[in-house]
């Protein structure tokens, strides 16, 4: 048996899905208290991201408005910053943290920064992975075929793969963030402070995700037999 119709599956992702949940918690109120705190400097989201962006020389980057709720991200082929409505408009430490976290990718960006590229080279591969993983799985598990279970393992290994990357990435992007409004004048010490506990907040989602997905790699590998005298044909 697999997934929801084995114990086993929730006692292996039980510590990444409180985890996650308790992540997603955090970020919720965060964000929630840090929209109730305006800006002292009274700039919006976007006026922020053009004044990061002009002062460390990012002119050629677009400023544009993105569909949906926190759906906040830095285009890096485009070389466009995207910022959803509420960031965009927003005059509260909540607009100003996120906008400032996706300058910092356009930073990390504009700076060559290693570890940025190597993710954005991969995500073709993770999504691949992603994708293919659960189904080549299941259909090892049901053909009873350890070499499909193991394609299956590599390929959502992928997936893990750009998730640990990404996360010092997302810390990276994080500091540069409050370095930058530091830099421009557009928090004081007291604000630095509720930006930092979003984007605090923020990073710990990343890191739920990855561990959740690390976890599901040791399920399949025990299931498969591959980790531990489990044999991969008992369901």
Avoid: C
């Amino acid at each position: 048996m697999v997934y929801g119709s084995d114990p086993f599956y929730l006692v292996f992702l039980a510590p990444g899905l409180l985890l996650a949940a308790w992540a997603s918690w955090k970020v919720q109120r965060a964000y929630a208290e840090a929209q109730k705190v305006p800006a002292a400097s009274g700039v919006s989201g976007a006026e922020t991201a053009q004044v990061i962006l002009s002062r460390f020389g990012m002119t050629a980057v677009r400023i544009e408005v993105a569909e949906g709720f926190l759906s906040d991200h830095y285009d890096p082929v485009g070389k466009v910053l995207r910022l959803s409505p509420d960031v965009y408009e927003g005059r509260t430490l909540a607009a100003l943290g996120i906008t400032a976290h996706e300058a910092g990718h356009a930073l990390q960006d504009a700076t060559h920064y290693p570890l940025l590229k190597l993710r954005n080279g991969i995500v073709p591969l993770a999504a691949w992975g992603g994708n293919l993983s659960w189904i080549l799985i299941l259909l090892g598990f049901a053909l009873s075929s350890l070499n499909l279970i193991v394609i299956g393992i590599v390929a959502f290994s992928l997936t893990l793969l750009f998730q640990i990357i990404n996360l010092p990435v997302e810390f990276d992007a994080s500091q540069r963030a409050r370095q930058a409004l530091r830099s421009v004048g557009l928090i004081d010490p007291r604000e630095e402070l509720v930006v930092k506990k979003v984007l605090s907040a923020a990073a710990l989602t990343y890191v739920a995700a990855t561990l959740t997905s690390l976890l599901t790699l040791a399920y399949y590998l025990y299931r498969s037999g591959l980790l531990g005298s489990h044999e991969h044909g008992e369901t």
